[in-house]
């Protein structure tokens, strides 16, 4: 059994093929029970963000967690194979080492991949399908996190998606203070863009969602209104910024619906930035004359240029994470010593019980207890000692040589001596 992870990112694919591959939230329990269900993966938890999608597995054949990725999207091996990346055991663990602590981030240390990685973790539990290895191997990852992110400036100032929605809207509308921004969807991302223009203080500020309960949580914090979903086409033209990120698998906004907005607008120009996967806003808007269109990819390329700040504190967050890959490798190797241990432990209780049932014979036979003792002690000592005492004896050549010195390292022997 081995810790095995695979997955696709920002770094390898661009974001028409990352949306294929990834997981509707809604569906990520069936899929887990689906994967453990159709191949030989005895653990299992699923990443899917804006910006990746992993799966961290404990199987037999890693193989087969690839051809499930595949066939679980329909799609074909050969569509996806030169995007994925594949890391074993050791390099499984480095990976999910790194990617909690912000280090394989778009944005250099933003900290929402480590809450992104503590929800996979509790639906994969809440699925049953995290077991042992994998939940020990979450736990020391969430605690690397921390120290990295407590002992370094990996996390010192951030620029992050949210600032960069707002620095391309700047660039745009000389001032937020002038226009009115509309936010869909409720979730983690949207309350921090949220957070960020309001500290432009736009003219008018709405959050539009299925639930508007979670709307409203919002809105009130930043002092904005909320719409219903279903709203969004017929107010769409009331707003100069758009910034998107839903859950949906379809668009929320297509082509013909911003049309109809930018002829009511009488063509004034909107900017759009779509932070979903997949994505909320048809890729045919960005042709469109009066709309800015920003996706992720773009974002990226934005806070790209705040990374210098942050790198020399890469080089103490890849130390911290080199030693503690280490221990986690050595807590594995030392598992896979467990059933020896505890046969050699077997083994030499049965030998303690035997002789003792037979000293307490001889003593109920009234045998004298000195003598008793010192047959049981040499009886226990023979028996305890015979296995590697046979092994050395049956040895020949080099290979004598090599049980000889194993045996003397087990049992701290001084050969000098």
Partial sequence: MQVFALGINHHTAPLDIREQVAF????????????????????????????????????????????????????????????????????????????????????????????????????????????????????????VAKEVRSTTAIGANIVSMAAAA???????????????????????????????????????????????????????????????????????????????????????????????????????????????????????VGKLDDVFLYTLDDLGQIVESGQESRQAAIIDAEEIITHRVDDFIHWMDSREAVPTIRALRDSAERARRHELEHALKLLQRGDDPAQVLDALSKGLTNKLLHPPTQALNLAEGAERNEVAQLIARIWHLNSEK
């Fill in 24 to 143: 509707d939230p809604a569906q990520l329990t069936q899929a887990l029970h689906d994967l453990l269900r159709a191949r030989p993966v005895r653990e299992a938890a699923i990443l899917s963000t804006c910006n990746r999608t992993e799966l961290y597995c404990a199987t037999t054949e890693p193989a087969a967690a690839i051809h499930w990725l595949a066939e679980y999207h329909a799609l074909s091996a050969r569509r996806i194979d030169p995007y994925l990346y594949q890391y074993p055991q050791k390099d499984a663990v480095r990976h999910m080492f790194r990617v909690a602590s912000g280090l394989d981030s778009m944005v250099l240390g933003e900290p929402q991949i480590l809450g992104q990685m503590k929800r996979a973790a509790r639906v994969a539990e809440e699925a049953g399908t995290l077991g042992t290895l994998l939940n020990k191997l979450f736990q020391r990852t969430f605690a």
């Fill in 166 to 284: 707002v620095h391309l809207s700047e660039r745009i509308f000389e001032r937020l203070a002038d226009q009115s921004v509309l936010f869909i969807g409720a979730g983690e991302m949207i309350e921090l863009c949220a957070a960020h223009f309001a500290g432009g203080k736009p003219k008018r500020l709405t959050i539009a969602n299925r639930t508007l309960e979670r709307a409203r949580s919002i809105a009130e914090r930043f002092g904005g209104d909320v719409l219903r979903l279903d709203e969004v086409s017929e107010r769409l033209a009331d707003y100069d910024i758009v910034v998107s990120c839903t859950a949906s698998t379809l668009p929320i906004l297509g082509l013909g619906m911003v049309e109809r907005a930018l002829k009511t607008r009488r063509h004034r120009p909107m900017v759009m930035v779509d932070l979903a996967v997949p994505r909320d806003i048809e890729a045919e």
